[in-house]
Every structure is written in C-alpha cells, then in structure tokens.
C-alpha cells in the first residue's frame, strides 16, 4: 500500500480522537506560533495538519493567512467539515510533503507535529528539509515536533525516528539555528504517554 492509501484508510476508518497522536489542543505548537509570528497576518503553513484543531485556534486567535498541508484528504476533509464556513478562510493542499511543489520563499511560520519523524529514509529528510528552505522565507521559523528518545518505536504501525535536540537540529544543518526546545508528554486517547520533543528554529 502506498503512502496516500495507508493515511486515507487511518482517516477513513477512525474517528479524529481515536488516534494516538490526537490532541484537544496544540498548547505547545500556539505557544512557538505566537512567539514566531510577526504580526496576525504571518503566512503559516500546518505540515501534516489532518484533523488537527490546531487551524481552528489559529483562526480563532485571528490569524488570517493559514495553510494545512496533509497527504490525507480524508482527514483534510474532516477538518473543513468541523469548520463549516470558516474553512474557506484557509488553504488547503493534498500532497506528499516530499514530493510535492510548495511556493517559494511564501510562509512565515513553517509548524509540524509529528510528520518528520515518519522519514526513516535520508532521501525523505532530504527532500523534506529542501521543501522548507525553498517555501520558508529568510527570517522565517520553523517548529518541529518528533517522538523524543524515549518516544515510541512505531507510530500506528509504522516505523519512526527519534530526536533529542542537538540530533534534530544536526538533521536540518546549520542554516537554522535552534532558538528554543521543549520536552513535552502527550497523553494518548488510550492513556498512554509519549514523549515529544519540540525544537523552534530559526533560518539564517
């Protein structure tokens, strides 16, 4: 099965709060926007957004130029549903973040919880951070959140990495420099407890 088709099913078959990674509220992921954007009108892209509240809150604090990127258009479905009117206020792209053509030097804040710990492979990262400092513009910050080393191995079957700071940061390279890190527990729909790691960059 490929990419698409394995995230299509997961949104097609379980409700948005019975997954693992499911969060009322991004709590950490609003804390670093507010402190990145430059005023409510910063260009923010939601990499790997789904379902995700997070759009919702943004809109709500009153920010005016939000993109959510998923390769799921089940689970961007589901979000423009919740939403009802207010999704038109938001763009919305179906693509592979690593395949995909994004727009350069077009966003502000670049915000990703828990898609780049899905690249096992070089070529994934590599194509994945070629995307941000092509989309990004110079200034720009960009919040990354992984599994941190006590983290789980798999993620909804599937194999993911895992990052401390420093080796999240050695991942990108040194045009971003890391302003700011947080370990935060995510307690699952389950009950369980995994650690995310949340790294602020900057790009220089």
Not at 16 to 36: F, G, T
Not at 109 to 123: C, K
Not at 132 to 148: E, N, P
Request: aromatic share 10%; proline share 4%; hydrophobic share 40%.
């Amino acid at each position: 099965m490929d990419k698409q088709s394995y995230w299509e099913k997961i949104y097609q078959t379980k409700k948005p709060d019975a997954v693992s990674w499911y969060c009322p509220h991004l709590e950490k992921s609003r804390e670093l926007i507010r402190r990145s954007a430059i005023s409510l009108s910063a260009a923010i892209i939601d990499v790997g957004g789904g379902a995700s509240t997070l759009v919702d809150d943004l809109l709500t604090e009153g920010f005016r130029d939000v993109t959510v990127l998923d390769i799921s258009a089940a689970a961007i479905e589901t979000a423009k549903k919740r939403l009802g009117k207010q999704a038109n206020q938001v763009t919305w792209l179906t693509a592979d973040i690593t395949e995909t053509d994004l727009p350069k030097n077009r966003y502000d804040v670049w915000h990703d919880r828990a898609v780049f710990h899905f690249l096992i492979e070089p070529q994934q990262r590599t194509a994945y951070i070629r995307q941000v400092l092509l989309a990004v513009k110079s200034g720009g910050h960009v919040i990354v959140a992984t599994f941190g080393p006590e983290g789980p191995l798999k993620c909804s079957g599937l194999d993911v990495m895992r990052y401390d700071p420093d080796a999240l940061h050695d991942e990108f390279g040194a045009g971003f420099q890391l302003e700011d890190s947080a370990t935060v527990l995510h307690v699952t729909p389950f009950g369980l407890t995994q650690q995310f790691v949340y790294c602020l960059f900057k790009i220089v």
